[in-house]
């Protein structure tokens, strides 16, 4: 049985030149403009959010510190005097 010769190639082809290279078509820019206005508009609102969280969070934090102090000083209170 007769072995085969492989020929190894001793430089590879050349890229075919500039000239037949076409660009894929891109996102059209009302796309990217929409996105990017979506995007920048985002950051604002999300921080609103966190913004109106933490008022009402410090609110219940007032709140629940008075509901504190009027059971303290109700606690206080020396009840042997009723009697």
Known sequence: MPTKEYK????YPSPPPYQYYVPQP???TLYRTTGE???VSAFPVVSFAFAAAAVVSKARCEVDAEA???????LALDY????
């Open 68 to 74: 504190a102090a009027q059971a303290v000083s109700t």
């Open 8 to 11: 190894i190639p001793l430089s």
């Open 26 to 28: 891109r996102s059209s």
């Open 37 to 39: 206005v979506v995007l």
């Open 80 to 83: 042997n005097d009723m009697d």
